[in-house]
């Protein structure tokens, strides 16, 4: 099938809401939370859902869409297998950019930072607050390796399944757990009319945030 579309003619003109330096938090986990929350509350699709970007240890980078599961003064979390491709770009390279993008509100969040393991307690916490099938996947899921069909997969999640059938507490796999993005750079994105888009910037300063305009 012949691909009939032009793509340098699909734009839109985004007129939704403004955004000033006087309007924003001067805290930027702050913006964000109240960010987050008028997103969920206007039902944007996966309004939790950031592209997690990383860089290997030769400067290639990668990126994929993860889920945000917590957000604190600290930082933004997310968990995964550690020996996927993401968990072992940082460990050779502990800095990422996470990304979030909706649409509904002509809004975008770009932050950068630092990225840590959370504690072993919390990612306890939040595996065993997981369906019981997603905690059979991560035992069963070697998680970027090649794998010659799904039905090794799918083998390894049945036997899984029939192991912990009547256990009443399936243990964490070692190679599962959080990461903690602390963030020293966040830009707040919103969508304005004519290309002339909002771009406010908070840039960390040891224990202080400095906030500053972008050109679009």
């Known amino acids: 099938m012949a691909f009939t579309h032009n793509l340098a ?17 001067t805290d930027p986990i702050k913006q964000f939370q109240a960010w987050l929350e008028e997103a969920i509350q206007a039902k944007a699709e996966e309004p939790t859902a950031m592209v997690l970007s990383t860089v290997d240890a030769s400067g290639k980078p990668s990126a994929r869409v993860v889920l945000l599961k917590d957000v604190s003064a600290q930082g933004l979390s997310f968990f995964t297998n550690y020996d996927s491709r993401k968990g072992l770009e940082l460990k050779e390279n502990p800095f990422a ?10 809004r975008q969040v770009r932050i950068e930072g630092k990225v840590v393991k959370v504690a072993p307690e919390v990612s306890d916490n939040y595996f065993h607050s997981r369906p019981k099938g997603s905690q059979i996947g991560a035992w069963a899921s070697p998680q970027s390796q090649e794998v010659k069909s799904r039905k090794i997969l799918e083998e390894a999640d049945k036997k899984l399944t029939e192991q912990y059938a009547t256990a009443d507490l399936i243990p964490r796999p070692p190679h599962w757990g959080g990461y903690q993005l602390q963030p020293e750079r966040m830009e707040f994105w ?3 009319p004519n290309r002339l888009h909002d771009r406010i910037v908070y840039k960390q300063q040891e224990s202080n945030w400095n906030i500053k305009r972008l050109a679009p």
């Open 9 to 25: 003619d699909i734009r839109n003109n985004y007129s939704r809401q403004a955004l000033s330096e006087e309007s924003v938090s």
């Open 97 to 106: 950019s996470i990304t979030f993008f909706w649409p509904a509100l002509e």
């Open 190 to 192: 919103q969508g304005r």
